[in-house]
Every structure is written in C-alpha cells, then in structure tokens.
C-alpha cells in the first residue's frame, strides 16, 4: 500500500496515465486521507459540531463530490484514504476516482496507475 507521501507529489493538472502508459486524462484534484499524520488540519470530524472550521470542511467535501452519486461507505472509504480525481479524457468519460495503492511513484512524466482506467472508481 502507498503511503500519504505519495499523494504529496501529486499536482493538480498533472498528466495521469495508466499501466499500459496511455494517457487517460489529468489530475482534477488531490485530497489528503484523514489518516495522514502529516495533516493534522484534515482530520476526522464530527458532523453535529458547527464551528467554523468544520463548516468549510463541510463545504469542501460537498464540493469535491458535488455532482457523483457515490456510496456513503465508499465516500467515506476516499476520505479516510485520500484520492487524486481523475479528469478524464474523451467527450463521454466519466471523470473517476485514484487511490493512493493504485499510484505508481510519481514521476516528471506524470501520475503513472498500476491499474487500467476502467479498474478505476467511476464518478
């Protein structure tokens, strides 16, 4: 398993390619796992506490999976990892979701998978 290192490298609009090497598309967004002790900021939080600082982690969940229709287990399951979004390439791609053991190290060349596109979670 990839450790938080790895999505540190991760840059938004980085080429991303599968493990044939074909370019499927380019980092949309990277979000840190609330397991990273490297985050302390992104931590588990409680929903019922209304502070500022849960309301615009709130609204940044809410716009990282504004427009998918995603299982609450796996929703919870990308945000206790961290993921990079996959914005795809082609008309009628659906944008999908990279976890952090799919990652090949990161290179100059871009996000490398070791996972073809459709083994990745659709958006």
Not at 34 to 59: H, Q
């Amino acid at each position: 398993m990839q450790t938080h290192s790895t999505l540190k490298s991760v840059e938004e609009g980085m080429k991303v390619f599968d493990r044939e090497r074909h370019e499927i598309g380019k980092v949309e967004y990277v979000r840190f796992g609330d397991d990273d002790p490297d985050t302390p900021e992104v931590e588990a939080f409680d929903l019922s506490e209304t502070d500022e600082r849960n309301d615009s982690l709130l609204k940044d969940i809410a716009k990282a999976f504004a427009s998918d229709d995603l299982p609450e287990e796996l929703r919870e399951r990308l945000l206790h990892q961290g993921y990079v979004r996959l914005d795809a390439d082609g008309l009628f791609a659906a944008d999908r979701y990279i976890v952090p053991e799919q990652i090949e190290p990161v290179s100059a060349d871009g996000l490398m998978l070791n996972v073809t596109r459709d083994e990745l979670i659709k958006q």
